[in-house]
């Protein structure tokens, strides 16, 4: 009994201390998940595949960090991930961020994702394996204030999409300055004034479509957002660049207006907006980008168009499964006018005349 009076009169002498030391803890933790992150190398953010987003005004947060909240996940260790280790798993599970700002981005090796901001659902997002971290999500719409945002995973998406059920998680970005920017800005970036240079619209078969009034948003523009597809490099692309595959993937990108199209250089092609399947289409090689769908019927307002690559489409078209995707075209002056000064869509089901030449 004495024992434990004394024992008791030591926790009193220590109960400050404690007390300090615990509360001590809890603000560096606070802190931690909010605002004072590890930043990754840069040899290690150097690797990772923006797809043209510009990461200087951001910190990159490794999935070990702690403020990275881990759920269901093992670790693996490989010189291709960031620090040399990622999570994973082939069932379900999740990372979580809490943070400050107006923009927050997902890098990811592979795999099939739902991604929720304040627990209301960003949608499902999916990345094929390239061999480096990439950008899988990013937005830099949100309030400036602090959220919370959780990846998590879907094996049975994760199959659907790139054809197993592992899923493998690199880490986030986050504002270094919270508030201040967002991935799709340099000096000087305004996507109302984005457009491509003189001589490489002059690349573009545009048929009877009339281009003079809108913008030329290339593939692989700051604010345009690509899934599952590989860069490719030559002077036939759009400022010398184009997205492609041979599975599936997709680019998105949000404009203002009435009207929107797509650039694509060959293959097959499934067309959301808004969420909303519009149609499937496609274009055999003639070697320039040409215009393969096109739409002026939309309402007056902010729309997101999501283009798709179909092997099985593009088979049709080329022979080939593969897809390269050059860009969209949207009105310089949202709401004003269209593309033929009618609102018309390429026709979908028509097989092409001719096939490529390699």
Not at 202 to 228: E, H, M, S, W
Not at 289 to 303: E, I, K
Request: proline residues 4%; hydrophobic residues 40%; negative net charge.
């Amino acid at each position: 009994m004495k024992g434990n009076t004394l024992m008791k009169q030591n926790k009193k002498g220590f109960g400050f201390f404690a007390a300090l030391a615990a509360i001590s803890t809890a603000i560096c933790i606070l802190l931690s998940g909010i605002a004072v992150m590890a930043d990754v190398p840069a040899d290690d953010v150097a690797r990772i595949e923006t797809h043209g987003y510009d990461l200087s005004a951001f910190t990159v947060i490794d999935d070990t960090d702690e403020s990275v909240v881990i759920n269901n996940l093992a670790e693996t260790a490989a010189a291709v991930h960031l620090c040399g280790q990622a999570h994973f798993t082939g069932a379900v599970g999740s990372m979580t961020l809490t943070f400050e700002g107006n923009a927050v981005g997902v890098i990811v090796e592979k795999g099939g994702y739902e991604i929720f901001i304040d627990d209301e659902s960003m949608g499902m997002f999916w990345a094929s394996a390239i061999g480096a971290p990439q950008v899988m999500y990013y937005t830099g719409t949100l309030t400036n204030d602090t959220h919370t945002i959780t990846v998590t995973t879907n094996p049975e998406f994760a199959t659907e999409k790139i054809g197993e059920n592992y899923s493998v998680l690199e880490g986030f970005f986050v504002q270094t300055t919270p508030g201040t920017g967002s991935a799709a800005d340099d000096p000087g970036f305004d996507p109302a004034k984005q457009d491509i240079a003189a001589e490489e619209r002059a690349k573009i078969n545009a048929g009877n479509y009339d281009l003079t009034d809108f913008r030329i948003v290339d593939d692989c523009a700051p604010n345009v957002l690509a899934q599952g597809l590989s860069v490719t490099e030559h002077e036939s692309h759009l400022n010398g660049n184009a997205n492609f595959t041979a599975g599936t993937g997709s680019l998105s990108y949000t404009f203002e207006g009435t009207a929107v199209g797509v650039l694509v250089e060959k293959g097959g092609f499934e067309v959301e907006i808004d969420g909303t399947v519009i149609g499937r289409c496609g274009a055999a090689t003639i070697g320039a980008p040409q215009v393969v769908f096109y739409t002026g019927d939309l309402s007056n307002g902010t729309h997101t168009i999501k283009v798709t690559t179909v092997p099985d489409v593009s088979n049709e078209y080329t022979g080939e499964p593969w897809s390269v995707i050059e860009g969209f075209f949207v009105q310089k002056e949202p709401g004003v006018g269209s593309a033929d000064g009618a609102s018309q869509q390429p026709e979908t089901t028509e097989q092409p005349t001719e096939q490529p030449t390699e």
